[in-house]
């Protein structure tokens, strides 16, 4: 079984009498341990997708299993214990409590699932360590540079052991030698077998991972597995400059 399974997912919208189809009869699997991207231009619907998959919102129809459980049905209060539990998510501005230190940042996702405080600090300094951001605890996020302040995202993504890790445009907001840090730490964690989900719509950033999925209209334009293909060179990082 794999870890997500999509079968005949649409997300429609009614806007002025007209029928916004952002998804349309999407079949996808993506199996634990994968490191891809889903990539497209505004509207093309990866957004969408990204809100689906992360159980952000709910498909309007079709089927839609995480870790063999269904989520097209679940109720809000289901969906917000799937996301504490089984998934984390990383996004461009980093998202840090900034009157927080970088340790309490990252205990927050315990904090919600009722953890007690030796257990969240013990698993927020292993998720710290984890990213090398283990001497900057204490730090707040006004302290860190930008690389850091991702670094620290990405552990408070980690420190549920999530089934998978959404990263929205993850190095849009960095200078192009730190986002290919970033990229190379995503993917030595799916080497450790996590599951990486990279939203981007920048095809140099795509270009790393082993998998490509391609949205346009709604629909899976292509979906393209490096390793299939016959690749044998490892992800290249020269990702160029991603910075605003």
Not at 72 to 86: C, D, F, H, Y
Not at 188 to 214: F, N, Q
């Amino acid at each position: 079984m794999s870890l997500i399974e999509l079968r005949g997912v649409s997300k429609i919208y009614h806007l002025g009498g007209e029928e916004i189809r952002a998804l349309d009869d999407v079949d996808l699997d993506i199996e634990g341990g994968e490191f891809i991207s889903i990539i497209g231009p505004s509207g093309s619907g990866k957004s969408t997708l990204m809100h689906v998959l992360g159980c952000l919102d709910s498909p309007t129809k079709g089927s839609f299993k995480l870790d063999g459980t269904e989520i097209s049905t679940a109720s809000g209060s289901q969906l917000a214990r799937i996301r504490n539990e089984k998934i984390g998510f990383v996004f461009q501005f980093f998202n840090l409590l900034p009157k927080l230190s970088v340790l309490q940042n990252v205990e927050l996702p315990m904090v919600y699932a009722g953890a007690s405080a030796k257990e969240r600090r013990e698993r927020a300094m292993e998720a710290l360590h984890l990213v090398e951001m283990d001497n900057r605890a204490k730090h707040r996020p006004m302290q860190l540079s930008g690389g850091q302040q991702q670094r620290a995202a990405i552990a408070r993504a980690l420190v549920n052991n999530p089934k998978i890790v959404f990263a929205d445009e993850p190095t849009g907001n960095l200078d192009s030698h730190t986002g290919e840090t970033i990229l190379r730490l995503f993917h030595e964690l799916s080497r450790k077998g996590r599951t990486i989900a990279l939203v981007t719509h920048d095809p140099e950033i795509a270009a790393v991972t082993p998998r490509r999925i391609e949205i346009r209209d709604g629909k899976i334009a292509t979906n393209v597995d490096a390793r299939l293909a016959g690749a044998k060179e490892g992800p290249k990082f020269d990702i160029g400059t991603n910075a605003p």
